[in-house]
């Protein structure tokens, strides 16, 4: 088995002792086929065992290993080393305050998420008596992209208006808000409509791309985020061109 | 243990550069002035019509020159970016679903193209130019 000694630059920062970020560059003996976390439980194990980094499944499906590696947001966990050259640069996710080296703070994340009710709101509630609520495939279909999403919030950091404009609900917690909204069992729209249709929900968003670039689950908020202005759009003119001015 | 989370400061007017794909939005945000350009031109060319013939001629006359040749190129360039960045991403926000399979977004961008196509070809036999 191939093996090679890479350099990685970490941003480290110690909330006891430091006053600003700084980068530590450290070299390790990988196996070939090691990703960019096979390296810094390398680093931990070996040579500095106060580096923090969050993780947990190895698999991409856990969401928490999400960090920076040369300027792009991506799970450490499934960024392969033979993929870079050179001194490879990690830094905690962007756009999220920094609470140890590479660990971010996601209280924000996680309060928007809140927000925007990411469970099913049956429309009527239903006797468990009664048995499954069956679904067809063709309804399936219509939120299952958008089920895949594993809150890993690299979307937050390649989003440039979330930046910007912290108060935006951004693109995860949106996006989820639709998958839901697309749910044939689901009757929770309009409680969600109050969030995602506000000032700081889906017309924050001006349509970069980026989240869906960097999305590891391929679900394409870019295009949840799309959808919903489209549907928030035909309520507004339902509201005030439809002579019951009603919503649906 | 204290906690005291770091913020990293962001920039409010370079961020564009930080990665190609963000160049890439602004390119596109930026063709709108450029089509804004066209249509105010438009605008100042029906205000000279209103004033009558000799104000049109008068008008259209002062537009000619290589200047006059190069931004209307650039607006044409810009203007053709902004429909084709937006039609390559109408499948996003409008998709079209058959059944349990989605239409491939090729189609709807291709449809887009067409239409584009077929306006573009009926304001030439309008306008008496084919």
């Given amino acids: 088995m191939k093996e090679r000694l890479v350099q990685i630059e970490i941003l480290r920062y110690n909330p006891e002792q430091d006053t600003e970020p700084y980068f530590q560059l450290y070299e390790v003996l990988c196996k070939e086929e090691w990703v960019?976390?096979?390296?810094?439980?390398?680093?931990?194990?070996t040579a500095d065992p106060t580096l923090s980094y969050r993780w947990s499944?190895?698999?991409?499906?856990?969401?928490?290993?999400?960090?920076?590696?040369?300027?792009?947001?991506?799970?450490?966990?499934?960024?392969?080393?033979?993929?870079?050259?050179?001194?490879?640069?990690?830094?905690?996710?962007?756009?999220?305050?920094?609470?140890?080296?590479?660990?971010?703070?996601?209280?924000?994340?996680?309060?928007?998420?809140?927000r925007v009710k990411p469970y099913l709101i049956p429309k009527e509630s239903e006797k468990i008596e009664k048995g499954p609520f069956p679904q067809t495939p063709a309804q399936l279909m219509k939120y299952r992209q958008f089920s895949m999403c594993i809150n890993c919030m690299l979307c937050y950091a390649a989003c440039p208006q979330y930046a910007l404009q912290p108060k935006f609900l951004g693109p995860a917690a949106i996006t989820l808000a639709h998958r839901y909204n697309q749910d044939s069992r689901d009757g929770g729209r309009a409680q969600r409509q109050e969030e995602i249709a506000s000032d700081e929900g889906v017309w924050e968003c001006s349509f970069v791309g980026a989240c869906s670039e960097v999305c590891p689950k391929a679900v394409d908020p870019a295009a949840a985020l799309q959808q919903v202005k489209v549907a928030s759009t035909l309520d507004w003119f339902k509201e005030h061109l439809l002579p019951q001015g009603e919503k649906t | 243990m204290s906690r005291r989370p770091f913020v990293r400061p962001v920039s409010k007017t370079g961020w564009y550069f930080q990665h190609p794909r963000y160049l890439r939005y602004m390119s596109r945000e930026i063709s709108c002035?450029?089509?804004?350009?066209?249509?105010?031109?438009?605008?100042?060319?029906?205000?000279?019509?209103?004033?009558?013939?000799?104000?049109y001629e008068a008008f259209l006359g002062a537009l000619e020159g290589p200047w006059m040749a190069f931004f209307l190129f650039l607006i044409f360039i810009f203007a053709v970016h902004n429909a084709s960045s937006w039609f390559n991403v109408t499948p996003k926000a409008l998709p079209v679903q058959m059944g349990e399979e989605f239409l491939a977004g090729k189609y709807i961008v291709l449809a887009h193209y067409l239409v584009w196509a077929l306006t573009t070809l009926g304001v030439l036999i309008f306008a008496g130019v084919i």
Avoid at chain 1, 85 to 95: C, K, S, W
Avoid at chain 2, 34 to 55: D, K, N
């Fill in chain 2, 33 to 55: 002035f450029f089509i804004g350009a066209f249509a105010l031109l438009m605008v100042l060319t029906l205000e000279r019509l209103g004033h009558g013939p000799a104000a």
């Fill in chain 1, 36 to 45: 960019v976390l096979d390296a810094l439980n390398a680093i931990k194990e």
């Fill in chain 1, 57 to 114: 499944c190895h698999m991409a499906v856990c969401g928490s290993c999400g960090m920076m590696i040369n300027g792009e947001p991506k799970l450490s966990c499934h960024a392969f080393l033979r993929s870079y050259e050179g001194v490879i640069r990690v830094e905690p996710l962007v756009n999220f305050p920094i609470e140890r080296d590479l660990v971010t703070v996601a209280d924000d994340f996680l309060k928007k998420l809140k």
